[in-house]
Nanobody, 116 residues
Framework: EVQLVESGGGLVQPGGSLRLSCKCS????????MAWVRQAPGKALEWVST????????TYADSVKGRVTISRDNAKNMLYLQLNNLKTEDTAMYYC?????????RGQGTQVTVSS
């Protein structure tokens, strides 16, 4: 069974930082391109970032470029997202996912709230 368990979210002030983690199991993590996506209340799912299977290639949405870093540890089956200089518009539920056309399967999410 594919399992993706996110953690690391929380309440942070604008300009703050968070590091999200995702523990993956039930599939061969090291051969899959992975992604982070997010969903704000009342809005559609939004792609944030993608990383290839070896971790040598990354892409970012324009809305987060320069403030976010995706990474992975294939030895530990872990995916990460470092969020810096957070803005109120970054408030959303963040999900790690296999980089399929529907970003499924994905985890249960971790909430990031940016507020003063």
């Amino acid at each position: 069974e594919v399992q993706l368990v996110e953690s690391g979210g929380g309440l942070v002030q604008p300009g703050g930082s968070l590091r999200l983690s995702c523990k993956c199991s039930g599939f061969t993590f090291s051969v899959h391109t992975m992604a982070w996506v997010r969903q704000a209340p009342g809005k559609a799912l939004e792609w944030v970032s993608t990383i290839n299977s070896s971790g040598t290639s990354t892409t970012y949405a324009d809305s987060v470029k320069g403030r976010v870093t995706i990474s992975r540890d294939n030895a530990k089956n872990m995916l990460y997202l470092q969020l810096n200089n957070l803005k109120t518009e970054d408030t959303a539920m963040y999900y790690c996912a296999l980089a399929t056309s529907t970003y499924a399967p994905r985890g249960q999410g971790t909430q990031v709230t940016v507020s003063s």
